[in-house]
């Protein structure tokens, strides 16, 4: 079965420190994989999500950056925080094909406050 | 540019009680998901709705599908307090392109269920 990991689960940092939160999956392969991130008290907002190895699309300009070095593997990163970039950050799959490809599929979340 | 809305925002319900959630999207759309997040917690998948007319149940909720008045509805019957969470609906617009899941997300519905 398919499974998906994000580390850390709980992260505080400050102002101008760099970020680096990662995603795996396992159980599958040439997976779509997706950032989101959950600000406190709203919706979800799609960050970044990727087709393929190198393969990266930014849906909103932002201090963030994402990496697919690896085809399970999806990172998210910055250079410098800033207060704004806290919030609750998901990782999400789906298949390319058959019914694996009708549901996007969350991991735990990373929490990240930065101050 | 597509936008969900969901009603009521915030849901307070006594246990035994049946209601409504409902979700409206602007233009058109191959699926709709809806979602379970509780309090700290990832997003857990509940149903996904492909086609016009889909009615899925799952225990005390029910969900369904109208495409041509771009509504789903999520139905709640007797509640109970372990339904308490925040609900969300997604959406897939249908120029999001058959390699990704470009998800456009309500801003959820607090559902709390009172004894």
């Known amino acids: 079965s398919q499974t998906i990991h994000q580390w850390p689960a709980t992260l505080v940092q400050p102002v101008g420190s760099p970020l680096s939160l990662e995603c795996t999956v396992e159980?599958?392969?040439?997976?779509?994989l997706y950032w989101y991130r959950q600000a406190a008290g709203r919706g979800l907002q799609l960050l970044f999500y990727s087709v393929g190895i190198g393969q990266i699309s930014s849906e909103v300009p932002q201090n963030l950056s994402a990496s697919r070095p690896q085809d399970r593997q999806f990172i998210l990163s910055s250079k410098k925080l800033l207060l704004s970039d806290s919030g609750f950050y998901l990782c999400a799959w789906n298949g390319r094909k058959g019914s694996g490809a009708n549901v996007l599929t969350f991991g735990a979340g990373s929490r990240l406050t930065v101050l | 540019e597509l936008k969900v809305e969901q009603n009521p925002l915030f849901l307070s319900m006594q246990e035994g009680k049946n209601y409504t959630i409902y979700c409206n999207y602007s233009?058109?759309?191959?699926?709709l998901y809806w979602y379970r997040q509780d309090p700290g917690k990832s997003l857990e998948s509940l149903f996904v709705l492909l086609s016009n007319g889909a009615v899925k149940q799952e225990g005390r909720l029910m969900a369904s599908l109208d495409t041509k008045a771009r509504l789903s509805t999520l139905h709640i019957t007797a509640a109970v307090h372990d339904l308490s969470a925040t609900y969300f609906c997604a959406v897939r617009g249908i120029n999001s392109g058959g390699s990704n899941y470009k998800l456009t997300f309500g801003k959820g519905t607090l559902l709390t269920v009172n004894p």
């Open positions: 233009t058109t759309s191959d699926r």
């Open positions: 159980g599958t392969s040439n997976p779509n």
